[in-house]
């Protein structure tokens, strides 16, 4: 490639005479193609197993029961790799996730708060959409409250609002232990299984409404991909290379509250599987552009707790233990991080 | 032309930028010279609007640098922090490569690509540019610090401690490529230095603070005195002339 020669300026006496050379900037490599093409392969395989493994009986049945089931796992798949890979992005920081912010607990609170206030059977009967619209809508405006009043004024520190999320999380956690402790035996059984993350029983509207909004929110974050490589540089670097700091990070964070509500409040919580795609996404994709990371830690998300679900549910009989191996398999790399971490410094 | 006017700057209640008045001109090298904690980094951090000032405000060609917008500033001036640590692992190629973002927002054009490789070129950083900077020295990873700044082609290019961890070729090499900015594109290049007589010989002017204040500026003849030495210093440091220019021998 020969040197524009319309560049001037302060590099412009060595640009004409600067020789070719690899590119590591522009195009992606061939490592990089090599591992979207397989995650891609790996993703429709695991797609493909989770449909058709030891299907009994007609598949007019089986195939519209099992696809719900597996749009559910890709958006929650979707919505917890982006919303987490992009959270890292902002706090500098690869050991936190949005819901250790105190995002699952406010769940639980909300959860613990419903039954108790409306008892179990009355809750039922609420319309489903209508649980699911307000959750979202109580985590999205707790977040949104949070960022705007830790970021949205004159200080402004990352590392202060991911604290006060977390305080703010015992505090939910407590609030809960509290409200779980009023409420009697039975009911309680109830608000248990509402708690844990669930890829079972997803109504097939919510899982419709979630869709469209996870697919429009991380088509939003992929234009803003570049922008996000910026931030990974941190602030000074940021506001010197000419982004919006402020204005970027608040809305991006707003995004990510978006995702980790919509994905709650559609199958419950879940903290630690972020952390275990996002830095699997990171080792393996060999670059730190988000165009790169935000797809392969997508694919890593669908990869996993699909073919996970294809093993579990088809093959070992145990369909309903997904969220507990992933949180499991999370927080072991979440472990890992913290002694590699603590060993690094 | 950068103007500073009355700007102040607090931690709590200790100032440590007191109500600085400053001008200076387009075009031209300047240094910033002036002991620990005299408020350099600070001073400099505030210019390139990466800190807010208490009171004041600093103008680059008339802008405001509070409240032009980010993108805008950033085609006019690049700033190098004292600090550069980093958190994302990059290579060298792709820290410089960053530079360019005011100007393609992440899409690098030819002419980009052309900019890139003539600031590693001008660094001395072509063999490495495929290495990760943990890979690298400090003085090397402060040259790539440097080069990204370059590949931001800005008028006005400011730097804090650019000397940092380099040797003497590499100094010398570095205030050279600084000189050439100034004089042959008419940049306009800011730099703060901890070593008088780099300053003295190739600057066109020195800015002495101490305090958070500016105590003396003028050209380098004016500062390299004994008495304008101690002013800033509080050292007793003889001067003299070697060949025509001063030399402060400020080792012994
Ligand atoms: N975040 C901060 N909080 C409190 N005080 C600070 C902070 N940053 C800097 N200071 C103080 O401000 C004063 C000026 O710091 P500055 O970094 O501008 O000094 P400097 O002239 O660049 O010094 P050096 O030559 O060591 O780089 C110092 O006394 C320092 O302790
Ligand atoms: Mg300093």
Known sequence: ?345 | MIEVRSVTKRYGRTVVVDDVELTLPAGGLVSIIGPNGAGKSTLLSIVARLLPADAGSVLVDGHDVASTPGDVLARRLAVLRQENHLTVRLTVRDLVAFGRYPHSRGRLTTTDEAHVDAALEHLGLTDLAGRFLDQLSGGQRQRAHVAMVLAQDTEYVLLDEPLNNLDMKHARQMMRMMRRAADELGRTVVVVLHDINFAAAYSDRVVAMRDGAVVVQGTPAQIMTPEALHAVYDMDIAVHDVAGAPLAAYYV
């Open chain 1, 1 to 345: 490639m020969s040197a524009d020669p319309s560049v001037r300026g302060l590099t412009s006496t060595a640009a004409t005479s600067a020789a070719p050379q690899a590119r590591t900037g522009a195009a992606p490599s061939r490592r990089t193609t090599l591992v979207l093409v397989g995650l891609v392969l790996l993703a429709l395989g695991a797609c493909a197993a989770y449909l058709v493994l030891e299907a009994r009986g007609s598949w007019d049945f089986v195939l519209p029961f099992r696809g719900r089931r597996l749009a559910a796992l890709a958006v929650v798949g979707a919505a917890v790799a982006v919303s987490t890979v992009v959270f890292q992005t902002l706090t500098e920081n690869r050991i936190l996730t949005p819901s250790i912010m105190g995002f699952d607990a406010l769940f639980v609170l909300i959860q613990s708060l419903a039954v108790l206030g409306l008892g179990s059977i009355a809750l039922n009967q609420v319309p489903v959409p209508l649980q699911f619209g307000v959750e979202v809508v109580v985590m999205l405006g707790a977040s949104t409250a949070l960022f705007f009043w830790l970021f949205g004024g004159a200080r402004r520190s990352l590392h202060l609002l991911v604290l006060v999320g977390v305080v703010f999380g015992v505090l939910f956690r407590s609030l809960s232990a509290l409200v779980q402790r009023l409420i009697d035996p039975n009911e309680f059984a109830v608000l248990q299984s509402r708690l844990f993350a669930s890829f079972g029983a997803v109504d097939p509207q919510l899982l419709a409404i979630s869709a469209v909004v996870v697919a429009v929110t991380c088509a939003w974050l992929w234009s803003r991909r570049r922008e996000l490589d910026v931030l990974l540089l941190g602030r000074a670097h940021a506001v010197a290379l000419g982004v919006d700091h402020r204005r970027a990070v608040l809305s991006l964070l707003l995004a990510v509250g978006l995702l980790v509500s919509v994905s709650t409040a559609l199958v419950g919580p879940i903290t630690f599987f972020g952390l275990l795609v996002a830095n699997l996404a990171y080792l393996v994709a060999g670059s730190h552009r988000h165009a790169v990371t935000l797809p392969v830690a997508v694919l890593l998300a669908v990869v996993v707790l699909v073919g996970g679900q294809a093993v579990l549910e088809h093959l070992l009989d145990a369909g309903t233990v997904l969220s507990v191996v992933v949180e499991f398999l999370g927080g072991i790399v979440f472990i890992a991080l913290l002694v590699a971490g603590g060993r690094g410094r």
